[in-house]
T-cell receptor, first 112, second 113 residues
Framework: DAGVIQSPRHEVTEMGQEVTLRCKPI?????LFWYRQTMMRGLELLIY????????DSGMPEDRFSAKMPNASFSTLKIQPSEPRDSAVYFC??????????FGPGTRLTVL | AQSVAQPEDQVNVAEGNPLTVKCTYS??????LFWYVQYPNRGLQFLLK??????LVKGSYGFEAEFNKSQTSFHLKKPSALVSDSALYFC???????????FGAGTRLFVKA
């Protein structure tokens, strides 16, 4: 198995632009998580899905952030419009339940 | 509410010496506890977990952790540290009601040669 796949690995954009981050979870995993990691705030859970349904989005910072999971093998995290304070590393992780999570390599986002 | 505390921002240890990275938790009910490691520019990697059973759990790379219910702790240990163990370590607890994982703030481990 290739593990959790994220794209792009690096994204540099200008303030106000739309950013879309993509994730392919491990096949057979029912849970998908989106995290954000910064030096100041550490690792933050943004949202998680179970069987493609959003279960808890209380960590999504504001309405500029949205996430979808149209099928079991694909999820997106969108920021529109982006702001410099959104600069961070965004991780996607998947899990077969209340067990260990498997993290992707992350997307390093820089908003200028 | 579930929570995890890692009281040390950084732990320094000499190569060959034993290491301990501390973690305490607060949960309602029985905890599912995890340790993860993060190397530079990488995602988190699972090290070990406690679900039930023996209080001493063995994991990857020679790491182990001891679940102590009375002290609500789940400290990570290794008998002999390697320079390559230098990384960021996260303790985590799963909210068994909803499968949401709560991560600690992380502890940076430095192993000096």
């Amino acid at each position: 198995d290739a593990g959790v796949i994220q794209s792009p690995r690096h994204e540099v954009t200008e303030m106000g632009q739309e950013v879309t981050l993509r994730c392919k979870p491990i096949s057979g995993h029912d849970y998908l998580f989106w995290y954000r990691q910064t030096m100041m705030r550490g690792l933050e859970l943004l949202i998680y899905f179970n069987n493609n349904v959003p279960i808890d989005d209380s960590g999504m910072p504001e309405d500029r952030f949205s996430a979808k999971m149209p099928n079991a093998s694909f999820s997106t995290l969108k920021i529109q419009p982006s702001e410099p304070r959104d600069s961070a590393v965004y991780f996607c992780a998947s899990s077969p339940g209340a067990q260990e999570q498997f993290f992707g390599p992350g997307t390093r986002l820089t908003v200028l | 509410a579930q929570s995890v505390a890692q009281p040390e921002d950084q732990v320094n240890v000499a190569e060959g010496n034993p290491l301990t990275v501390k973690c305490t938790y607060s949960v309602s009910g029985n905890p599912y506890l995890f340790w993860y490691v993060q190397y530079p520019n990488r995602g988190l990697q699972f090290l070990l977990k406690y679900i039930t059973g023996d209080n001493l759990v063995k994991g990857s790379y020679g790491f182990e952790a001891e679940f102590n219910k009375s002290q609500t702790s789940f400290h990570l240990k290794k008998p002999s540290a390697l320079v390559s163990d230098s990384a960021l370590y996260f303790c985590a607890v799963v909210d068994t009601g909803g499968f949401k994982t709560i991560f600690g703030a992380g502890t940076r481990l430095f192993v000096k040669a």
